[in-house]
């Protein structure tokens, strides 16, 4: 199983951006998916995450700005990002929790620019 982030880009700030992130097969246990960022020189921290009965956790430098989504038949995690800050610019990565070790995609470069 491969977790595929997309949605990326460059962003002036203010606007808004839109992350998805779907299993190529299916996660038998699956408990919780996640999005994570890493910021060059820094260590990767927890942004938002989201359980399958739908209980949502935010870091609290997002919260307000941020939403976590999930589709439960699709083992897809999606991130609405409104408001963005140049503080926001990092590599985003989902992660999916289940019942082996966890798996993490790629990651997706989000640029906050004017």
């Known amino acids: 199983v491969q977790l595929q982030a997309s949605g990326g880009g460059l962003v002036q700030p203010g606007k808004s951006l839109s992350l998805s992130c779907t299993s190529s097969g299916s996660i038998p246990g699956l408990s919780k998916m996640g999005w994570y960022r890493q910021a060059p020189g820094k260590q990767r921290d927890l942004v938002a995450d989201?359980?399958?009965?739908?209980?949502?956790n935010y870091a609290d430098s997002v919260k307000g700005r941020f939403t976590i989504a999930m589709d439960n038949a699709k083992n897809t995690v999606y991130l609405q990002m409104n408001n963005l800050k140049p503080e926001d610019t990092a590599v985003y990565y989902c992660?999916?929790?289940?019942?082996?070790?966890?798996?993490w995609g790629k990651g997706t470069l989000v640029t906050v620019s004017s």
């Open positions: 989201i359980s399958r009965s739908g209980n949502t």
């Open positions: 992660r999916a929790v289940w019942l082996g070790p966890d798996y």
